[in-house]
């Protein structure tokens, strides 16, 4: 398998505008998570999914934010209008329903707002 | 509520020499716990983890950790640090409220110096 994918590795956008990140799991996983690392504030889960069903979406900071889950492989997280200080790495993540399991992560999506 | 706590946000050491990076969590039920490790510019990979059985679990590239239940914690340790090893390490353990949910420390920083 080829691991979670995420895309794009790196998005420089204007402030306004949507921007729209993708990831897709690993096959036969039925978790997926949605995390957002900063310097300031470390590793914070944003939202999660239990078979496409979005579970706890309490990490996410504001309307601003949404994320879908159409199908078992894949999943989107949108910022509509983006600003700066969701200038951050988001990353997205898989597991099987054991919670013995642990997370298999995706190598994110380094974006920047300008 | 779980808690992780990383007592160290960063461990300066000298290649060759043995290192060990801290973890308490706080549970009043039986719990997963994980390590992870960040390489610059990459997502977050599973070392090792915990689930049941011995206490010392053994990982990749030569980590190993010591699960403590009376005093809960599970330290990380490599005898012999290389260069490569250079990364952020994060504890993590197991909600034990359901839905495969995780719960990570802050991170530790490791910088191996020649």
């Known amino acids: 398998d080829a691991g979670v994918i995420q895309s794009p590795r790196h998005e420089v956008t204007e402030m306004g505008q949507e921007v729209t990140l993708r990831c897709k799991p690993i096959s036969g996983h039925d978790y997926l998570f949605w995390y957002r690392q900063t310097m300031m504030r470390g590793l914070e889960l944003l939202i999660y999914?239990?078979?496409?069903?979005?579970?706890?979406d309490s990490g996410m900071p504001e309307d601003r934010f949404s994320a879908k889950m159409p199908n078992a492989s894949f999943s989107t997280l949108k910022i509509q209008p983006s600003e700066p200080r969701d200038s951050a790495v988001y990353f997205c993540a898989s597991s099987l329903a054991h919670s013995g399991y642990g997370y298999t992560f995706g190598s994110g999506t380094r974006l920047t707002v300008v | 509520a779980q808690s992780v706590t990383q007592l160290d946000s960063q461990v300066p050491v000298f290649e060759e020499a043995p290192v060990e990076l801290r973890c308490n969590y706080s549970s009043s039920v039986s719990v997963y716990l994980f390590w992870y490790v960040q390489y610059p510019n990459q997502g977050l990979q599973l070392l090792l983890k915990y689930l049941s059985g011995s206490t010392l679990v053994k990982g990749i590239n030569g980590f190993e950790a010591e699960f403590n239940k009376s005093q809960t914690s599970f330290h990380l340790r490599k005898p012999s640090v290389h260069i490569s090893d250079t990364a952020e390490y994060f504890c993590?353990?197991?909600?034990?409220?359901?839905?495969?949910?995780?719960?990570f420390g802050a991170g530790t920083r490791l910088a191996v110096h020649p």
């Open positions: 993590a353990v197991s909600d034990p409220g359901g839905y495969n949910k995780l719960i």
């Open positions: 999914f239990n078979n496409n069903v979005p579970i706890d």
